[in-house]
């Protein structure tokens, strides 16, 4: 049955998303993850906004535990597709998290009004390094 399944499903091989090219759903969503992808996460700038610094057409927000929820899911969403870069099996930020020790910030560098970077600052009280 698999093997009949391959013959429909294609691999974009710009953001590797699977998909049926014949299921207007699949297409639909393709598109949407695909614009994320090559673009950046949607952003448009609103007035609880931290932003840190800004020339131009390029601004940085942060993001911490006291910011809203919105700015909290841009930065999970900026996460997620930032985490197709990364070897590890787990996001590197949820909007849910509580707030705890590490104090994290989250800083993202937005141009227009897509997210194109993310940088995730926390406190350590020691770091190690495995070789």
Known sequence: MFKLL???IMKCPICGM???PEYSKDVRAHRIYH???VNGVYA???KSDKIFWEKSDYRITVVNYFSSTVQKRRAEEAGLLEHRDTP???APYHSKEDLDKRNVHLFLLSRKIRIIGLLILEKRTHVQKFT
Do not use: G, L, P, S
């Open 88 to 90: 590890f099996d787990f």
């Open 18 to 20: 699977m998909y049926v």
């Open 44 to 46: 448009r700038k609103i």
């Open 35 to 37: 614009d994320k992808v």
């Open 6 to 8: 391959e013959r429909f």
